[in-house]
């Protein structure tokens, strides 16, 4: 069994502004090279959002889906209550070592 590779040289570097409402974009770039025989190239950029697939969820509906499962997995544990009711006693008993004291607890 065989497995294909193949190999390239990076001859430049350049930069294309996307923001995230961009849906459709075509464009020339400039690529910033150290070998003198390819100075000055340009490259034609086609970006097509529609073509990777289903969309991307917005970065706020990304966050609050993961507050909303960090709250439920808390909740299903009961973490904060136990997170209250370790400081409680803490503060009541104030030992020398409060680390200790809470992982004992």
């Not at 190239?41 to 917005?58: E, F, Q």
């Not at 709250?71 to 503060?91: F, Q």
């Amino acid at each position: 069994r065989n497995t294909k590779i193949d190999l390239y040289q990076h001859i430049g570097t350049c930069s294309v502004p996307v923001d995230e409402e961009t849906t459709k974009l075509i464009t020339e770039v400039n690529v910033n090279s150290s070998e003198p025989t390819h100075a000055g190239m340009r490259l034609k950029v086609k970006i097509d959002s529609n073509a990777a697939g289903p969309p991307k969820p917005s970065r706020k509906d990304r966050v609050s889906a993961v507050k909303i499962e960090a709250k439920e997995y808390l909740d299903h544990h009961g973490i904060e209550e136990r997170l209250s009711d370790a400081v409680k006693t803490l503060l009541k008993v104030r030992p020398a070592d409060p680390t200790d004291f809470i992982i004992e607890s």
